[in-house]
T-cell receptor, first 112, second 113 residues
Framework: EDKVVQSPLSLVVHEGDTVTLNCSYE??????LLWYKQEKKAPTFLFML????IEKKSGRLSSILDKKELSSILNITATQTGDSAIYLC????????????FGGGTRVLVKP | GAVVSQHPSWVICKSGTSVKIECRSL??????MFWYRQFPKQSLMLMAT?????????EQGVEKDKFLINHASLTLSTLTVTSAHPEDSSFYIC?????????FGPGTRLLVL
């Protein structure tokens, strides 16, 4: 059974701190890994990772995939209160019609 | 990315009634759309894959007769929760998938009393 696990489940930081979120997966026929941010409504897309070792960056957020370790990390530097959200990791499986298997999410709370 | 809308954004209904949720792809012709359900403090769970012009593909444990999916055009898929019960109360989200990345609609909150 395909599995995606995120850690930690939740964390609380102060503005300005750096956070590192982990996502590990055990799937057959890995295609790509996606990161999403979910606030009050539906998830918004952050990154898609397909190749190992290539960092993707957007402002204070960055992410990298390690296919050897079957994992990915999402970093947020200089956190702000607006970064408070649930961060979801999902894996796309080949030959499964682009279906996503989601991890349980990491709830991040950034205090002023 | 793709722009996806859902209607209604929230609905309250009595137990036993049916509720229809619409998902529209506004700038992308979607032959496939996905329907997810999210319970409080849980992650998204895929319910079914909606296929334009053919039957939907349901995930294990999702009753196809209870959650009717119709994908009659390249821009519209509907999910009907039939004979809704309080345990069907949840956040229902659809998505489209241009170029391997899924983009989500804003979601529909359903509360069944």
């Amino acid at each position: 059974e395909d599995k995606v696990v995120q850690s930690p489940l939740s964390l609380v930081v102060h503005e300005g701190d750096t956070v590192t979120l982990n996502c590990s997966y055990e799937v057959t026929n890995f295609r790509s890994l996606l990161w999403y941010k979910q606030e009050k409504k539906a998830p918004t897309f952050l990154f898609m990772l397909t190749s190992s070792g290539i960092e993707k960056k957007s402002g204070r957020l960055s992410s990298i995939l390690d296919k050897k370790e079957l994992s990915s990390i999402l970093n947020i530097t200089a956190t702000q209160t607006g970064d408070s959200a649930i961060y979801l990791c999902a894996v796309v499986i080949k030959a499964a019609g682009n279906k996503l298997t989601f991890g349980g999410g990491t709830r991040v709370l950034v205090k002023p | 990315g793709a722009v996806v809308s859902q209607h209604p954004s929230w609905v309250i209904c009595k137990s036993g009634t049916s509720v229809k949720i619409e998902c529209r792809s506004l700038d992308f012709q979607a032959t496939t759309m996905f329907w997810y359900r999210q319970f409080p403090k849980q992650s998204l769970m895929l319910m079914a894959t909606s296929n334009e012009g053919s039957k939907a593909t349901y995930e294990q444990g999702v009753e196809k007769d209870k959650f009717l999916i119709n994908h009659a055009s390249l821009t519209l898929s509907t999910l009907t929760v039939t004979s809704a019960h309080p345990e069907d109360s949840s956040f229902y989200i659809c998505s489209v998938c241009p170029q391997e990345t899924q983009y989500f609609g804003p979601g529909t909150r359903l509360l069944v009393l």
